[in-house]
């Protein structure tokens, strides 16, 4: 049974490794076993940037602005004709520029050179059903040069366990990769 460093089990996912179910193990996949110790050890994480930002009006003719001055966006819905972005266009553009630089972090894993023309198209889908909103995300990823096995490895590394933005909306939003 894998433990924390003060010694107690690691859980994750309401199981730990040694929980049975109809008489057989069950086991934690990999990705849930980093997981839990990336989570049972936040207490000895540090933080390397924190982003701040002051928001007012939402969505419709609000603005958006960062501490250190670098962000200063104007918000408008999408479909109206006028100035500004929205917040699903800022989700886009962000986690596909993470996801392009923790490719090359798993590529450079893989003793594989990432393409520079690599890129990431980011689809971004505001969804409501009734009252619920939520959002639906595609990746189209080309990775021009690399054989699709390799190319599709990388992606899926990346989404499966390196990109912060995949990390957060997993098991939160569809996500559909595309390796174009």
């Known amino acids: ?3 924390q460093a003060n010694g107690d089990p690691v859980v994750a996912a ?3 490794r040694c ?5 057989e193990e069950l086991r934690m996949t990999t990705f849930q076993e980093n997981n839990t110790v990336a989570i049972s050890s936040q207490e000895d994480t540090k933080a390397r940037y924190t982003a701040k930002t002051h928001t007012s009006g939402g969505r419709r003719g609000g603005v958006s602005r960062s501490d250190d001055g670098r962000l200063d966006v104007k918000f408008s819905a999408p479909g109206v004709p006028r100035t500004g972005t929205n917040p699903e266009q800022l989700f886009a553009a962000g986690w596909s520029a993470c996801f392009i630089s923790a490719m090359g972090h798993v590529a450079n894993k893989m003793n594989v050179k990432l393409p520079a023309d ?3 198209d980011a689809e971004i889908d505001l969804c409501n059903s009734g009252d ?9 990823v ?6 699709r096995k390799v190319a599709q490895a990388i992606v899926d590394a990346t989404h499966g366990v390196t990109c912060a933005y ?5 098991g939160n939003i569809d996500v559909t990769l595309n390796v174009v």
Not at 132 to 140: G, P
């Open 132 to 140: 619920v909103y939520f959002l639906r995300a595609r990746l189209n």
């Open 1 to 3: 049974m894998r433990t």
């Open 118 to 120: 690599a890129a990431v």
């Open 19 to 23: 929980s049975e179910k109809n008489g």
């Open 166 to 170: 995949s990390n957060a909306t997993r």
């Open 14 to 16: 309401g199981f730990d």
């Open 142 to 147: 080309s990775l021009p040069g690399l054989e």
